[in-house]
T-cell receptor, first 114, second 117 residues
C-alpha cells in the first residue's frame, strides 16, 4: 500500500520563477495538507485541501496557491519565488473524519531558490 | 493560538543511554491531539504516537515511552537504551480539533538526537 508520493524530490529555481510541486495521497485518504520546513525548523502549515477546496490556510502570502483534483492528489504552486522560499515542502494526507495512526507524510520536495 | 515548545535543540547521548525529549504546548481548546514524529535524514516524518486530550494514560511501545501531563501542558518522550538508529530529529506537534484528520498541525522546532556508538 503506497504511502504519500511527492514529486519532484529536488528542484532548483531562480528568483522570480514559478514552481509546481505535486502530491499523491495515501490510498483511502481524502485530505491533503502542505507544510514548509526551513532548515533547522519545524514544519509550518501552508494550507489544507478537502473536496477540491482550500479549507484552512496558514500565514503564507497569496504567492502560495494550491489545487486538489478529483482523485485527491494535489499541487502546490509558488509564484515569484524568493530566496526565502528555499525549504523542504512536505505533503501530508489524512482521512478527514477518521481514526487511525494520524497524518501520513511524504518525503518532501527540497526546493532551492538561487 | 496553538503553540508547541521544544526547548532543547540538539541532544547527544552514548549508545544504551536513555534520552528524554521535553514538549510543552499551549492551547485554549479542551479537545486537542498531541503527536510525536521522527524525521530521519531522508526527510519523511514518521508517525510515532497520537494522544487525545482526554487520555492522560502514559504509553510504552518497545523502547519508547510517553508521559502526558495536562496539569503542566507537557507531553514528554523518552527513548530507553538508545541505539544508533534512533539518531534523527524528533518533533512534537499539536492539533486543535475534535477530529484529528481535518486540522492543521502546529510543530515545535524539533530535537536533533545524536546517538554516539
Amino acid at each position: 500500500d503506497a504511502g504519500v508520493t511527492q514529486s519532484p524530490t529536488h528542484l532548483i529555481k531562480t528568483r522570480g520563477q514559478q514552481v509546481t510541486l505535486r502530491c499523491s495521497p495515501k490510498s483511502g485518504h481524502d485530505t491533503v495538507s502542505w507544510y514548509q520546513q526551513a532548515l533547522g525548523q519545524g514544519p509550518q502549515f501552508i494550507f489544507q485541501y478537502y473536496e477540491e477546496e482550500e479549507r484552512q490556510r496558514g500565514n503564507f502570502p497569496d504567492r502560495f496557491s494550491g489545487h486538489q483534483f478529483p482523485n485527491y492528489s494535489s499541487e502546490l504552486n509558488v509564484n515569484a519565488l524568493l530566496l526565502g522560499d528555499s525549504a523542504l515542502y512536505l505533503c501530508a494526507s489524512s482521512f478527514r473524519d477518521g481514526e487511525g495512526e494520524g497524518y501520513t507524510f511524504g518525503s518532501g520536495t527540497r526546493l532551492t531558490v538561487v | 493560538a496553538q503553540k508547541v515548545t521544544q526547548a532543547q535543540t540538539e541532544i547527544s547521548v552514548v549508545e544504551k543511554e536513555d534520552v528524554t525529549l521535553d514538549c510543552v504546548y499551549e492551547t485554549r481548546d479542551t479537545t486537542y491531539y498531541l503527536f510525536w514524529y521522527k524525521q530521519p535524514p531522508s526527510g519523511e516524518l514518521v508517525f510515532l504516537i497520537r494522544r487525545n486530550s482526554f487520555d492522560e494514560q502514559n504509553e510504552i511501545s518497545g523502547r519508547y515511552s510517553w508521559n502526558f501531563q495536562k496539569s503542566t501542558s507537557s507531553f514528554n518522550f523518552t527513548i530507553t537504551a538508545s541505539q544508533v538508529v534512533d539518531s534523527a530529529v524528533y518533533f512534537c506537534a499539536l492539533s486543535e480539533s475534535p477530529s484529528w484528520g481535518n486540522n492543521r498541525l502546529a510543530f515545535g522546532k524539533g530535537n536533533q538526537v545524536v546517538v554516539i556508538p
